[in-house]
C-alpha cells in the first residue's frame, strides 16, 4: 500500500490496485467516467471494482486496500480497484448496479429475490466451494434461493442485552430470565439520572420485532405474514407497558448501537452489539458482561439477533469469473485476512467457524459469553422480511407502543398490506 496516501484522503475516493501498488486514487464519484489510453504491455487483463460502504472503525479502510495489494501480487493480471463509499450506502449500491458501469463485488446486508431476478447478484457455491461447510447453515439461509446461495458473509455482529455488573449486583438484580422479569429489573435499576434499560432513543429500537420472537413469532413464515397472531399482540402489550413504566434511556445522545449509554452509567443494562466489547472493557473493565433477550415466558425462546455483512457479486459484471475468483481468496480461503478484517479493527465474529474458533480474543470475558449465546440463541433475521415488507408492521408497532392503538386490529389491518407487498416478490 502507497502510505503517502493519508486517510483522509482516502476516504472519499478510489484507489486502484495493480501487481499490488496503488496506481492510481480518485476522489468523487466512483462510477465517474475517465478516459484511459490502451492498456500497456504488461498491464492487467482485468480490473475489478470492490465497494466498501464507510466503515466508521479506524483501519479498516487502509486493511481493504492491502488485500486487494495483496491479491494482485499474487495474481498480477487482475487489478482491483478499492472504492470506499461514503454517506446513504445502501442507496448508491442500489443506484450503481442498474448500470452497466456498477461494481463487480460489493457488500450488502441482505439479498432479495428482486436482487436475484434483477441479475443484481450471481450464484456463489463454487466460491464457497468445500469450506461450504465450514460457515453455519444459519448464516447462510438468508441468502440462499432456489437452493444457490447468492452471498459469502464477511462479518457477523451478534447484538444481545449489557449490563454493569456492579449497578445490577447494587440494585440486587439478578439477570432476568423472562421478559416479564426484564421489566421488573429495568424499574428496579432506575434511580435518580439512571435508568434501567436503553433499547433506543425512541424508547423501542429493535425490540418491535425482538419481543415477538421471544414469544415465539418471527413475524413472518416463509411467504406468510404471521403477526396478526395473539402472541404478537402479547409481545407488544408488554413492550408498551415496558415503554410507559418510565425505565427506559430515550433521547440520549447517542442512539442504542453506541455504548455511550452504558459507560457513562446513564442506562444499567443496553441492547447493543458485540462490536461495542472494546470500548466498553476499556472503560469499564470487567464490570461489563453479557445474555440474551430472555424467553418471553413459557414456549417462549432466548434471543441473540445475528447481524453483519456479506459480499456478493454482480451478476452483471464484465469480470465474473475474476470477481468470483477474488471472493474467494479473500473471503473463503484467507483465514489471516477474515481474523484481520473481524477483530483487527473493531470487534466481530469471522464467519467461518474453524477461524473463530482459533481467534483468543473470542475465548475470554464477554466476548465468550457472546460467543456462547450466539451458539445456543442466534436467530438471524427471516430473508423475506424487507423494509418493504415490514413497514406496515413497523408503523403498526410504533401506533401501538406509543400511542396506544388497539394491537389486534392494528396488526390485523398492517398484516393486509404486508402480505400485499409480499406476494409481488418473486419466487425463485
Not at 489471516?336 to 475465548?363: E, V
Request: charged content about 20%; aromatic content about 8%; overall charge neutral.
Amino acid at each position: 500500500m502507497d502510505r503517502s496516501l493519508s486517510r483522509r484522503g482516502l476516504i472519499k475516493g478510489s484507489v486502484l490496485f495493480a501487481a499490488g501498488v496503488a496506481v492510481s486514487a480518485c476522489g468523487g464519484d466512483p462510477l465517474a467516467k475517465t478516459k484511459s489510453s490502451a492498456p500497456a504491455a504488461g498491464a492487467p487483463k482485468v480490473t475489478l471494482n470492490h465497494w466498501y460502504h464507510e466503515y466508521g472503525e479506524e483501519g479498516t479502510q487502509q486493511a481493504a486496500m492491502r488485500y486487494a495489494a495483496d491479491f494482485t501480487k499474487a495474481n498480477p493480471d487482475i487489478a482491483v480497484k478499492v472504492s470506499w463509499i461514503p454517506g446513504d450506502y445502501g442507496t448508491k449500491w442500489t443506484a450503481a448496479v442498474l448500470t452497466a458501469d456498477g461494481p463487480d463485488v460489493y457488500e450488502v446486508n441482505d439479498v432479495s429475490p428482486n436482487m436475484v431476478k434483477a441479475g443484481q447478484v450471481t450464484p456463489l457455491d463454487d466460491v464457497l466451494g468445500a469450506e461450504k461447510a465450514d460457515f453455519s447453515e444459519k448464516v447462510l439461509a438468508p441468502y440462499t434461493w432456489g437452493g444457490k446461495v447468492y452471498a459469502v458473509p464477511m462479518i457477523i455482529d451478534p447484538m444481545l442485552l449489557f449490563y454493569r455488573k456492579s449497578l445490577l449486583q447494587k440494585a440486587g438484580v439478578a439477570i432476568p430470565t423472562s421478559f416479564p422479569e426484564l421489566v421488573e429489573a429495568a424499574k428496579k435499576l432506575t434511580a435518580g439520572k439512571q435508568k434501567g434499560l436503553f433499547i433506543g432513543n425512541d424508547g423501542i429500537g429493535p425490540m418491535n420485532k425482538l419481543v415477538p420472537w421471544s414469544n415465539g413469532n418471527m413475524l413472518i413464515d416463509d411467504r406468510t405474514i404471521a403477526y396478526d397472531d395473539p402472541k404478537v399482540v402479547e409481545a407488544l402489550a408488554a413492550l408498551k407497558g415496558l415503554y410507559d413504566s418510565k425505565a427506559t434511556l430515550q433521547g440520549y445522545s447517542t442512539d442504542w448501537w453506541d455504548p455511550g449509554a452504558l459507560i457513562s452509567g446513564a442506562a444499567a443494562m443496553q441492547w447493543i452489539g458485540m462490536w461495542a466489547v472494546p470500548g466498553m472493557t476499556a472503560e469499564l473493565g470487567d464490570d461489563v458482561d453479557a445474555f440474551p433477550l430472555p424467553a418471553f415466558g413459557p414456549g417462549g425462546q432466548e434471543v441473540v439477533e445475528m447481524g453483519g455483512w456479506v459480499q456478493v457479486v454482480n451478476g452483471k459484471s464484465k469480470n465474473l469469473e475474476a470477481a468470483k475468483k477474488y471472493v474467494r481468496w479473500l473471503w473463503v480461503e484467507n483465514a489471516t485476512a477474515q481474523t484481520d478484517w473481524n477483530l483487527g479493527y473493531g470487534f466481530h465474529i469471522p464467519p467461518r467457524t474453524s477461524t473463530a474458533a482459533k481467534a483468543g480474543k473470542l475465548s475470554s470475558g464477554p466476548a465468550k459469553t457472546v460467543m456462547d449465546a450466539v451458539a445456543a440463541h442466534g436467530l438471524k433475521q427471516p430473508a423475506l422480511w424487507t423494509t418493504e415488507v415490514s413497514q406496515p408492521y413497523v408503523d403498526a408497532a410504533t401506533a401501538i407502543v406509543k400511542k396506544g392503538a388497539d394491537p389486534a386490529k392494528t396488526l390485523a389491518a398492517a398484516a393486509k398490506r404486508s402480505q400485499a407487498i409480499l406476494d409481488k416478490v418473486p419466487v425463485l
